[in-house]
């Protein structure tokens, strides 16, 4: 009964991973010349990833966009949680509003909101230009080395925060009441209550959002491919579209490889450090 | 009778005071509504203008998610008659309808297994899938694609089916809800001379339809949009997916956003009618794939 799903895991994921670890090692390459056999280089790919420039600008900007998406798309998905948790009507059609991003597929995200970045025609410039009474400038969003980047991480937010905002809402819906009716009898305030009971209790619900939009965006692909391909001067370059650039376009595996091992290893650790602090929790518990 | 008469005045400010912040709660909620909203409906009341220009013109302010002047289906015939959209829908339907289907089947006989039979090394194999549920699709498909192109499945169906079927998070979801189904079920079947198979198809199934649907969404959410992997192992367009045709007609020059859009909406529209109608599944499914506190 769980053969198939052994050999299928086997087959499609442990295999791969561990030829990955071991082409990383090599100059293996997408189609094998015969005059050039792949031969061991050791760590050279390595040394040489860390050396590269694009590969540092891209995780340059993994890194940036995790530090302020993860940031903003916890909090937003915890206070659009808490708007429609409220007990007033017709909160269930605004959160299947503010869900219906997520089941739209990234590739059609990324080209709806091209078009809305249009710097001369496009909705956002000439919306911001109206609302800041004509004092908003000119932004060249997906042509600027500046804010590329920034552009990629609002629709990124648009589409995903709403995935999250449905397991805090589930977490929100498995405190029990009894703590906020016992804070009623006590005369806590509003703050006081989402201070010391709401953010206690969503502990391990927002440890899990960050973690899983950590991993999200270190994964960033999709957006990027259809909107900038890297560029403009790399300034939206990523480790996957890196990757996909030397081991797929370029054929180099061994060099594509070891960008998955180290973006791998990154993932990794981002998940034992949720293991270590979910432990702790229970070991005070 | 005193006491209710003393909260009077009180309960009036009370309700004032809270009608202000019930207002507050709702522009908020509207203003939020709006931004969901407005790259939708800007997409699908673009596609069915079928004059560029217009559209074009109307898209910096509220004209663009206004149907109005030259509206009609041209843009969707269009993307019929240029391309082979027929083709790629019945791709992407294909290969999600099989992805998910064997892979319900398969994941669940494996966290059945998992969660009621004894056998050795039980317990490392669960810690295996959990751990294997943190290997992201991104870091093996290099490897990957040198192993497909060996055995020549490049271009083809099973090459977007069967890597993808075994899941370890949905075996690990199954899991879950396997282990909470009380054992007295199955083993009064198993008393009653059943073997393993008939318990499983005849007890654990009809218990686990939520857990079945959770994985179905969640799976389908995923393989409708895959992207990375197709861009790789597809060439023509006899097996090219949904989201790698409407890139690379995107990718053209000049672009015919009319028909862009007349492409996305199709794309878009059968998982949101699919999401409308199933809000209620959609939603606890999401919230089943968080850890619970």
């Known amino acids: ?34 005059n050039l056999p792949t031969s061991f280089v050791g760590f050279r790919n390595f040394v040489r990833l860390i050396t590269d420039s694009t590969f540092q600008r891209a995780l340059r900007n993994n890194f940036t966009f ?41 590739v059609v995200v990324s080209i709806v909101w091209y078009l809305l970045y249009n710097p001369d025609q496009g909705f956002i410039n000439r919306t911001l230009r109206t609302l800041t009474f004509g004092h908003w400038p000119n932004v060249r969003w997906l042509q600027s080395t500046f804010w590329a980047l920034p552009a990629i991480m609002i629709l990124s937010v648009w589409q995903g925060v709403g995935f999250q905002m449905v397991i805090f809402l589930a977490g929100l819906q498995d405190i029990p009441t009894e703590l906020y009716e016992a804070s009623d009898v006590d005369g806590a305030t509003r703050r006081q209550k989402f201070f010391h009971i709401t953010l206690p209790q969503l502990r391990n619900t927002t440890l ?64 034992l450090l949720q293991r270590t602090v979910l432990k702790e929790e229970r070991a005070v518990d | 009778m005193a006491h209710e008469a003393k909260r009077g005045p009180m ?30 409906v800007f997409m699908v009341v673009s596609s069915l203008k079928t004059d560029e220009l217009q559209l074009m013109a109307d898209m910096g302010g509220v004209r663009g998610f ?50 009621r039979l004894r056998f050795r090394g039980r317990a490392i194999l669960v810690s295996v899938v959990v751990a294997l549920i943190i290997v992201p699709t991104e870091s093996v498909v290099i490897p990957m694609l040198l192993m497909v192109n060996t055995v020549g ?13 075994a899941d370890a998070f949905s075996i690990f979801l199954f899991y879950q809800f396997f282990i909470q189904v009380p054992k007295d079920f199955d083993e009064a079947a198993l008393i009653d001379g059943a073997g393993y198979w008939t318990v499983y198809a005849r007890v654990i199934l009809p218990l686990s339809r939520p857990v079945f649907a959770s994985v179905a969404i969640l799976q389908g ?73």
């Open chain 1, 1 to 34: 009964m769980s053969a198939p799903a052994i050999v299928l895991l086997v087959v499609f994921l442990v295999v791969p991973f561990v030829l990955s670890i071991g082409f990383a090692f090599t100059d293996q390459r997408l189609i094998p010349n015969p």
């Open chain 1, 66 to 106: 995790t530090l302020v998406v993860v940031p903003v798309q916890t909090a937003l998905a915890l206070a659009m949680a808490m708007l429609v948790n409220t007990r007033v009507r017709g909160t269930n059609l605004f959160r299947t509003i503010y869900f219906s991003p997520v089941v739209i597929t990234m």
């Open chain 1, 208 to 271: 899990f959002v960050v973690i899983s939009t950590t991993i999200l965006s270190f994964k960033l692909f999709h957006q990027v491919w259809v909107m900038t391909r890297g560029g403009p001067q790399e300034s939206t370059m990523t480790a996957i579209v890196m990757m996909y650039r030397q081991g797929f376009q370029q054929g180099r595996v061994g060099y594509a490889s070891a960008i998955a091992v180290l973006f791998f290893c990154m993932v990794l650790i981002v998940s």
């Open chain 2, 11 to 40: 309960s009036l400010a009370r309700r004032t005071r809270r009608s202000a912040s019930t207002a507050v709660l709702y522009a908020l909620l509207i203003v939020l509504a709006l931004y969901f909203l407005f790259p939708t």
């Open chain 2, 66 to 115: 206004i149907p109005y002047g030259e509206i009609g289906l041209g843009n969707f015939q269009r993307v019929f008659q240029e391309m082979a959209f027929g083709r790629f829908f019945f791709n992407s339907v294909f290969i999600l309808v099989m992805t998910v289907g064997i892979g319900l089947l398969v994941n669940s006989m494996f966290a059945y297994s998992l969660a």
């Open chain 2, 153 to 165: 499945w490049i271009d083809s169906y099973q090459v977007q089916i069967v890597p993808f079927v």
């Open chain 2, 221 to 293: 959410i995923q393989h409708w949009g895959r992207f990375l992997w197709p861009l790789m192992v597809t060439r023509g367009e006899t097996y090219r997916p949904l989201p790698v045709a409407i890139q690379q007609f995107f990718s053209q020059d000049p672009k015919a956003w009319g028909s862009i859009f007349a492409f996305a909406t199709m794309t878009t529209i059968p998982l949101l009618i699919l999401f409308l109608v199933f809000q209620k599944w959609f939603v606890q499914s999401v919230a089943s794939s968080g850890v619970k506190g």
